[in-house]
């Protein structure tokens, strides 16, 4: 389940794809973001289905409501609790790690006031993963750092990027890169909230291994994408 996209992750496709894409492409790029997402969680049962769960299912019984139209009152109150989570998030989840990243961003080690955010804290915490997101197009240490507090809410990926690059990043990234990017955000761990729930299903070692392995799935995912792009273009 964690391969498929959430709402939380709609922000980035929306910024990428109206940056870095035609008009035309952009609903079929997001479209599609949202069917790989499907199948790369298929794929992956199936995986599991003659690995690890291999043999007869066991029998599982569970009573469904009945089927109604919705009345405009239940519509109503799902979208106000929909909104109500996201503004708790952005008010408490999304809006410190803001102020941390600006933080981290804006003093050295020695908590002297940077001009350059690239002599930063955050610089060069974020410069220890450049190596391993260059093979993806994504040799930004800007980049790296956004995808970081993605770990913690996935809104927060744009929040970081806006701070960080205000509205250059256009200027930084190609559309190859953008669409590494999106590749990448699609696939790898989701957030605190979602691992939380996964250790209290599971326990801790699938909440790790759930981590490690959707972020390598990510990587390789998003590898694959930018070199067939480069050989295609």
Known sequence: TPFMSCSAKLPIYGMFTAAFFAPALRAP?????????????????????????????????????????????????????KARDFLQKAFTVI?????????????????????DSANSMLAMVSSLLVPLFRPLGLGDWRICTSLISGFMAKESVVATLEVLFGSSIATVLTPLAAASLLVFSLLYTPCVAAIASVRRELGGKWAIAVVLWQCF?????????????????
């Open 29 to 81: 790029v997001m479209i599609g973001l949202y069917l790989f997402g499907i199948l790369c969680g298929i794929l992956y049962a199936l995986v599991l289905k003659i690995t690890k769960y291999k043999g007869e299912p066991v029998p599982f019984v569970m009573e469904l409501p009945n089927y109604r139209f919705p009345s405009a009152r239940s519509v109503g109150q799902l979208i106000w609790e």
């Open 95 to 115: 809006f410190l790690a803001t102020i941390v990243i600006w933080f981290l961003q804006s003093f050295d080690l020695k908590l002297n006031l940077v001009e």
């Open 217 to 233: 799935v990510a990587w390789v995912a998003a590898f694959l994408v930018h070199g067939i792009g480069m050989l295609l273009g």
